[in-house]
């Protein structure tokens, strides 16, 4: 999708071409996106920011300045930047072994995580080393999120049970049976059904009471702020702080204002690898996301502006006391749904907020924490990702097993064991497959100048000349078992004189291949046996050019498979002795 | 080399085989190199216990069993296995942060030591694991060869100059000058001069005076007893103690006891990784020994076998008090001139080193400790291999660096790191290769059915079909650049209406690629464009067969390019919309 000219976004490519391109037919649909979005993402934006461990307010915080950010440097014209499940997670994670959750050191150090990272994915983007993010394989990335969907669902477990923090063990869950708080199970269950009722039939509902399908769909992705509202009415008419329902509490009003610290420089040292984790999480994953919405609207995006776009988003959100921000999936989604055609949806959501923060936000200290973390689970639970596990399991074993691997890992020892072992696990298996290189005989299809494995089709070949096709990338790893799989061939081909190797699949040469070759030749010399190369790649064979193996000891290396066949079926050199004696 | 029939070694090639089809016509050869081994390694194995930080006479002791055991289990009809620089070094460095050198848990963590490697490499043997070495690239294992070699000779820099340890500053090298003992110097010096033109001159200075060319190399190759037995007799008679210059101290009479010492487990677990890393280094070096010298002699070796081997040498040499052996080059190679026929020839070396054992051992406690230093340092000056670096830098750089850095990992980093990080290294150059792979636009070269790279050669091509031959396994670390590559000759040919992918050498697709291919073919449906496939493997279209990819998206797919231009080239397809509006 990048760099791709007849895909442009509208207006110009370079920076603020939105802008300055902007049609006013574009205006209305950017006015109602914002409007929804803001509403849309005011209690997901809370929510996560309970889930990073933070104040709600701040989750607000961080809805501000990294919309203006992304607007300015962004290259997506669909995605929508903010506090997601994802960094939520790991600002809580990353931080719980730095500081103590709740205490102001922790609030500090997840507002320099925020700017550590803005940093780096502003560096990165910079000097252009975007591409270091391939290295996570798809089933990491996936095996990643499912992992980290899943330590979410589990950390909202206590506040849908209304208990403190989760038992360690099943007697200790018998005990804690009593301090469960049923009023607060019931709102939650409630509310749990409430939203994936709205997620799964809503809408149908809402179409058929008349309304048309986008409005309904739309009304539908709102069904969290109706929640939130009855929660906030219910709470303040019923006194439910009575019954011992836990509620956010304070929540001051206004604007946030600047962050300024006297940096600590060993805690920042302290953060350096969390920051650089979660800026290549958010990374990859606001990527992704940009380029499947992209795709719907045939539009592309810069993979090093959405670098330099994340970087001013992190770096605006720490600057007013936000967390780590990334871009969302749902958020972008019904950003689209509801009709917006360039950033300025996010500029005027960004608006929005500002006056609910400046307005009604204190209201929102009545709201059930239980609400909150129900609104955590739905959000997450799509993000489970099991088709994604059966596909790549069905396709190779292997990457089924990375992708889980990586999920347990992300479970069992935590965010970054996790990413390291399935880097690791996607790593080996790509050594292990080529340190099993297929290598077939081949002879040629009767009639044609093809040649074929002798094993899945039926071929001509010649006694005295044993050709044989690499199917893989000669290198330490697999060298032995080439030299194995040559020598079962000659005992398969006893009558060989003439050993031509088929390079077409060969794209480079170690220099462990390399000896490996030059002492193969120099035994099959021994045994009056000539070696041969057909089809050497251009790139492999300036690599060779100058060795003494293909100067000195390789007999002839052919352009083609067909010519070696005609010049070296058709002579049989006499025998310059017997070995067999 | 491995199994393959005609290069048998001499009877069958199972266990013992040498020994049931043993013929009286190679007892004569076997008899004369076991003499000359055992005379030959005798002052090398007292050498290399000191190197190892333990008593002269455990050299002497680990060259008894092992020399036995790889005879009942070996594979190699001239290998020699004993006590050799690196397990040495390893041995010392690797035990130094476990117990202090010369006490006597030192002593029996060099024993222990020995026993857990046996173990190991026994156990992989039966496994059938020895493949797990193949992940060693040779430059790792020149590298760390190299790196050893400097470390063993600046650690034997201070017995050279009569110094009990090397200072750390400049400074202290100037205050240190005097307590250098000159008489030390002296005698290092001129055995120094002794040993490299015994090496380089003596043999053809012996054969002018008339001796046969195999006698002279043979007698040049015992200049080390030569040197050692005239030390002892200087020693003695000028009574050099007296100048305080260190000698052996005492050395028991008789042969080893056989070690017993209940097992103390928590000292065993801190062994378990140097014992893996001792037998890696082990198995590796012995086995490429073993192969060098077999080719010579047009035989063969198995490496499981070897396996089972070196861990039978291993516990043989713990059982009786010694340390870690492993196939020693120099002494295999005297081994072949003194003309060995069969692993006989080290059953006599051990009767013979048995004897001395028993009889002039103790003699050698008037040995000055810097004869011993010299006799290491001339043995290892060879290893460092300068050769085997420029050869690797002038074909690869990043191998050259590899092979530097591993050198340099284990002089600063120490063994275990100068491994890992040659390791990493090499994997990190093979993924950084395959992150970068070569992808031409081809077309058919005039009146054949070979097409080739339109940069490299003259060939025709049709304006709506563009052919793209992707030089390498399209795996996670490429994608993003197999995309960008696609996009960029859309923009070169911009009247593509057909891509046809060319994979002759592309021998897998990771799930990454696939998702990549997949998206790749919906935005060029999204333009009227059409992706078909040629010349796919066997084994890739095994995989591909049950995807949505191949069965739904993908246009047709080829045999061969040839037949893909034909059709494809043909039919102009009309536009079925117009994008460019």
Redesign the interface.
């Known amino acids: 999708?990048?760099?791709?000219?007849?895909?442009q976004p509208p207006g110009d490519p370079g920076l603020l071409g939105w802008l300055r391109h902007y049609r006013l037919a574009w205006l209305s649909g950017d006015l109602t996106a914002g409007l929804v979005v803001s509403v849309m993402i005011i209690p997901q934006s809370m929510a996560y920011a309970m889930l990073a461990g933070l104040p709600v307010q701040i989750g607000l915080y961080a809805s501000l300045l990294p919309l203006l950010a992304y607007a300015l440097f962004g290259s997506s014209m669909s995605l929508s930047v903010g506090p997601v499940a994802v960094t939520g997670l790991m600002t809580a994670t990353l931080l719980a072994p730095l500081a103590a959750i709740g205490s102001g050191a922790y609030l500090q150090l997840a507002v320099w995580l925020a700017l550590l990272s803005g940093v780096m994915l502003f560096a990165v983007g910079l000097l252009r080393l975007g591409?270091l993010a391939?290295?996570?394989?798809?089933?990491v990335i996936s095996g990643f999120i499912s992992g980290a969907a899943i330590l979410i669902a589990i950390s909202q477990l206590p506040h849908l049970l209304g208990m403190p923090a989760l038992p360690d063990n099943p007697q200790q869950w018998l005990d804690d049976w009593q301090p469960m708080n049923s009023w607060v199970l019931g709102i939650g269950l409630v509310s749990l059904g409430w939203l994936f009722y709205a997620r799964s039939l809503l809408g149908t509902h809402l179409q058929r009471l008349g309304l048309p399908p986008v409005l309904a769909t739309l009304l539908a992705r709102l069904a969290p702020i109706v929640l939130v509202v009855a929660a906030v009415v219910f709470t303040l008419s019923l006194d439910l702080n009575a019954y011992g329902v836990p509620v956010v509490g304070t929540l001051p009003a206004g604007l946030p204002s600047f962050f300024w610290a006297t940096p600590d420089w060993s805690a920042i040292r302290s953060l350096l690898l969390p920051a650089a984790l979660i800026s290549l999480v958010t990374f990859v994953e606001s990527v992704s996301i940009a380029?499947s919405l992209a795709?719907r609207k045939?539009q592309s995006i810069d993979a090093d502006r959405e670098l330099l776009a994340l970087g001013a988003a992190n770096l605006g959100s720490g600057l007013t006391g936000g967390f780590a921000v990334a871009g969302g999936f749902s958020r972008s989604v019904v950003n689209i749904e509801a009709g917006s055609n360039t950033p300025l949806a996010g500029v005027i959501a960004m608006l929005i907020i500002g006056v609910i923060l400046l307005t009604i936000a204190p209201l929102f200290a009545h709201l059930p924490l239980v609400i909150l973390a129900v609104i955590i689970l739905v959000a997450v639970t799509p993000l489970v990702d099991l088709a994604s596990l059966r596909?790549?399991w069905?396709?190779?074993r292997a990457?089924g097993l990375t992708l889980f691997s990586t999920a347990a890992g992300v479970l069992l020892l935590g965010i970054e064991g996790g990413i390291a072992l399935g880097i690791c696990l996607?790593?080996a298996?790509?050594?292990w497959?080529?340190?099993r290189?297929?290598i077939?005989v081949v002879g040629r299809v009767p009639g044609t100048?093809?040649f074929r494995?002798t094993k899945?089709h039926l071929v001509e070949t010649e006694p005295h000349l044993l050709a044989l096709r690499i199917?893989?990338?000669i290198?330490?790893?697999?060298?032995?078992?080439i030299?194995?799989a040559l020598?079962?061939a000659?005992?398969d081909y006893p009558d060989t004189r003439e050993v031509l190797l088929i390079l077409?699949?060969?794209?480079?040469i170690?220099?462990?291949g390399?000896?490996m070759l030059s002492?193969l030749t120099?035994?099959l010399a021994?045994?009056d046996i000539r070696l041969h190369l057909a089809e050497v790649?251009?790139?492999v064979m300036d690599?060779l050019e100058?060795?003494d193996w293909i100067n000195e000891q390789v007999g002839e290396v052919f352009?083609?498979t067909?010519i070696a066949f005609n010049t070296l079926g058709s002579q049989k050199r006499p025998a310059s002795s017997d070995?067999?004696t």
Chains 1, 2 share one sequence.
Do not use: W
């Open positions: 999708m990048i760099d791709n000219p007849r895909l591409f391939n290295f996570l394989s798809h089933p380029q795709r045939r596909r790549a069905r396709y190779d990457e996607s790593i298996g790509q050594l497959r080529g340190s290189p297929h077939a100048q093809d494995n899945r199917d893989e990338n290198f330490f790893a697999n060298t032995k078992a030299e194995h020598y079962q000659l005992r077409s699949a060969v794209n480079h170690d220099s462990t390399l000896d002492e120099e035994s021994d045994r790649k251009g790139p690599h100058e060795t352009p083609s067909h070995l067999e």
